[in-house]
T-cell receptor, first 114, second 111 residues
Framework: NAGVTQTPKFRILKIGQSMTLQCAQD?????MYWYRQDPGMGLKLIYY???????DKGEVPNGYNVSRSTTEDFPLRLELAAPSQTSVYFC?????????????FGPGTRLTVL | RKEVEQDPGPFNVPEGATVAFNCTYS??????FFWYRQDCRKEPKLLMS???SGNEDGRFTAQLNRASQYISLLIRDSKLSDSATYLC????????????FGSGTRLSIRP
């Protein structure tokens, strides 16, 4: 199993550009998450999904959109990139929302908006 | 006030020492608790879940105190490879899942 994969690893965007961060998992997990981590800070939840076709906002959803058309994929869309979106983005998945289920994280995408 | 608070450190301790971190949470409805480890420029990885009865995994012991609303992590006989940032995670489930990460405690083990 590849686990959770993310592409790209690094990206530099200009203000106002848009892009999609890709996330895929091959563990047949129902739950998927997008987080951002600013320097010296903990992770903040952007969006999550409990299954294909179902998405919900997390703590910091503004400026982002997601879709979940399949169990495997959970892309994150940035429209009109702003310098405040410079961060490391982590995707994660887990089998369900139960307290005993581990979240597995992808390696992250480092995004800089100039 | 942050919902989940951790001492940012850094904690700088000699190899073989015992070190403990605390993490406090403000929402009494919190239901699940975890410690994650994050190495520099890497993704977080689960270290251990934290149960009400306390749990131990080798040199690591986690405790939950619901009355005082904190969780703790104890590392005994610390190794150089324990150097990392330790993230406290608190979760609750209602109409929507709410997962809160602490900002992390940096630990550095010196030879």
């Amino acid at each position: 199993n590849a686990g959770v994969t993310q592409t790209p690893k690094f990206r530099i965007l200009k203000i106002g550009q848009s892009m999609t961060l890709q996330c895929a998992q091959d563990m047949n997990h129902n739950y998927m998450y997008w987080y951002r981590q600013d320097p010296g800070m903990g992770l903040k939840l952007i969006y999550y999904s409990v299954g294909a076709g179902i998405t919900d906002k997390g703590e910091v959803p503004n400026g982002y959109n997601v879709s979940r058309s399949t169990t495997e994929d959970f892309p994150l869309r940035l429209e009109l990139a702003a310098p405040s979106q410079t961060s490391v983005y982590f995707c994660a998945s887990r089998l369900s929302g139960g307290s005993t289920d581990t979240q597995y994280f992808g390696p992250g995408t480092r995004l800089t908006v100039l | 006030r942050k919902e989940v608070e951790q001492d940012p450190g850094p904690f700088n301790v000699p190899e073989g020492a015992t070190v403990a971190f605390n993490c406090t949470y403000s929402n009494s409805a919190s239901q699940s608790f975890f410690w994650y480890r994050q190495d520099c420029r890497k993704e977080p990885k689960l270290l251990m879940s934290v149960y009400s009865s306390g749990n131990e995994d080798g040199r690591f012991t986690a405790q939950l105190n619901r009355a005082s609303q904190y969780i703790s992590l104890l590392i005994r006989d610390s190794k150089l490879s324990d150097s990392a940032t330790y993230l406290c995670v608190v979760e609750r489930y209602s109409s929507a899942s709410k997962i809160i990460f602490g900002s992390g405690t940096r630990l550095s083990i010196r030879p």
